[in-house]
């Protein structure tokens, strides 16, 4: 129990000036297990406490309230109560699910590939960058993260990112005249546009 007392802090302190420690001055506000502390330290030594001692009233504050509330509510709306509260655990673990599922695929992908070829050659035909294969595969992962990118890290795709706008860039800068080239970069084009629009 927290009691005001008359005397002096018994808190010890490093005085700069004298180069020592010596006892607080302060007059005594406060004494809590066998001693005394002014108003300073007394917040620096018992605010935890302080802390602890309102976590545990709320915490009976609100089990009160569920007895009396909660308790007496039918058996659907507790249902519906428990569900709204857990919803966003729940919505955590099926992000966590999805995105530890689409990771490995896009590091997967990207262990395939040649960046040499990608950085460098500026040819016209997209499967001289990446073999049939590969580029489904690439197809496959633009819808994944066009589907899901509200819950992708920016961070952990942005080689995959970097790779397509390059691939991006090759198309801009070769010679396209040729129908046929143009026609194997439109399915890319068209995904890779859609997924930098959602992504901003």
């Given at each position: ?154 961070k952990k795709i942005q080689d995959f990112i970097n790779v ?29 546009k859609k997924f930098i629009q959602?992504?901003?």
């Amino acid at each position: 129990m927290l009691l005001k007392m008359a005397r002096r802090c018994q808190c010890a302190i490093y005085d700069k000036e004298l180069g020592y420690t010596r006892n607080c001055r302060n007059s005594c506000k406060f004494e809590a297990k066998g001693k005394n502390y002014c108003y300073i330290h007394a917040v620096a030594a018992l605010s935890g406490r302080c802390v602890q001692i309102q976590s545990v009233y709320k915490s009976y504050r609100t089990r009160k309230k569920i007895d009396k509330l909660f308790v007496n509510l039918p058996r659907e709306l507790q249902q519906k109560v428990i569900h709204y509260m857990r919803e966003p655990m729940y919505l955590k673990r099926v992000y966590d699910k999805i995105t530890s599922y689409i990771y490995p695929k896009i590091t997967l992908f990207l262990e395939d590939l040649d960046f040499a070829v990608i950085i460098f050659s500026k040819t016209e035909s997209i499967y001289d960058y990446l073999s049939r294969p590969q580029l489904n595969y690439c197809y496959y992962l633009l819808r994944i993260l066009t589907k899901y990118y509200k819950i992708i890290n920016k961070k952990k795709i942005q080689d995959f990112i970097n790779v397509c706008n390059t691939l991006e860039i090759n198309y801009v800068i070769s010679t396209y005249d040729n129908s046929i080239y143009k026609t194997e970069w439109l399915e890319f084009l068209d995904l890779f546009k859609k997924f930098i629009q959602v992504l901003k």
